[in-house]
């Protein structure tokens, strides 16, 4: 009998206790911006053309999606062909290049989608991984069928890791983790050290709480992840790519597209549900209860999703 509990992003190869990951297979793939390393059913694309391809936001892995396809499973609703990549800078995957783009990146997860088999794809993304999902979608129109963008990096973030001065008040929580991510990659080996002694006197928890509606509600495996991948360096490299690219190519975005944020996120505003129901008017939008930045967690077990839409521009307040 399975007995993980819903919210953990723990993964023990070949358990044959957790069946919604039985079969997962660690596949390296050589891509230009280095080895990326995936989680995936080797058998999908010899029976299907299209992935599921799950992009996890900065500070993460493929494991931040552990709890997500542990709960479709349950739902009997199994995610189909599911590719879950470390992104370049994270998990298993080499080191994110300086010089590395958005669109760098979002070359490298189709080039792993087609090299594994693959024509086309659905895309579910978190934070910088939405970005990315809405990025794909914007730049492979003719692969890209749907896409799910939960707390996506959007308009308010990228001005504040443009500007995070001039707009810190906009997303303070965001302007002060870029400046504290900047700190830890100037310091480098020390950087990595204070935050693993931070974790060990169980602080991490506490300071990253923001992120969560109840951290103390969570599997202890989500801050031991959290703490694993918080990657200073890739952090401010990917922030720095982000703000470099120029979000209102997602206005040319024709397939289907839900957005999914938490009711309490701190990196996400109204100004984002507004700019995206004006660029993006056949986008759905919802808000979903009991969840912070990170809904696929916090909110993976609940049979269902409390998740309600967002009114339109029209109806909402500009204020």
Known sequence: MNTTPDSSTFYSAGNPHDPATRGFSRIVVPTRLGDVVVHVNPNGAAHFETATLLLHGAAGSWT??????????????????????????WGESGSLAKSATVE??????????????????????????AHLALTLAARYPERTLSVTA?????????????????????????AGM?????L??????????????????????????????????????????????????AFVRASAAAARY???????????VTLIRGERDVF????????????????????????????????AGLQPPSA???PRSSERSSN
């Open 150 to 174: 939960i707390s996506a990096t959007g308009p308010t973030a990228l001005a504040v890791l443009r500007h995070p001065i001039r707009n810190f008040g906009a997303l303070p929580l965001l």
């Open 184 to 233: 830890l990659a100037a310091l480098g080996r020390a950087g990595d050290t204070l935050i693993r002694t931070l974790h060990r006197l169980r602080l991490l928890g506490h300071l990253s709480s923001p992120l969560f509606t109840s951290r103390s509600t969570l599997d202890d495996s989500v801050i031991d992840s959290l703490a694993a991948e918080i990657r200073p360096l």
């Open 104 to 129: 760098d990146m979002v070359d490298t997860v189709a080039h792993v989608a087609r090299t594994l088999g693959f024509a086309d794809w659905h895309t579910i993304g978190h934070s910088l991984g």
């Open 64 to 89: 931040t999606w552990l709890p997500l396809i542990r709960a479709a499973h349950t739902a009997d609703e199994p995610l189909q062909n599911v590719v879950a990549l470390d992104l370049p800078g």
């Open 178 to 182: 870029l400046g504290a991510m900047r």
């Open 268 to 299: 996400v505003s109204v100004r984002d549900d507004l700019w995206f129901a004006n660029e993006l008017p056949h986008a759905r939008q919802q808000s979903t209860e009991h969840a912070g930045h990170f809904a696929h967690i916090e909110t």
């Open 246 to 256: 120029d979000e209102q190519a997602w206005s040319s975005i024709r397939c289907p």
């Open 308 to 310: 309600h839409p967002l």
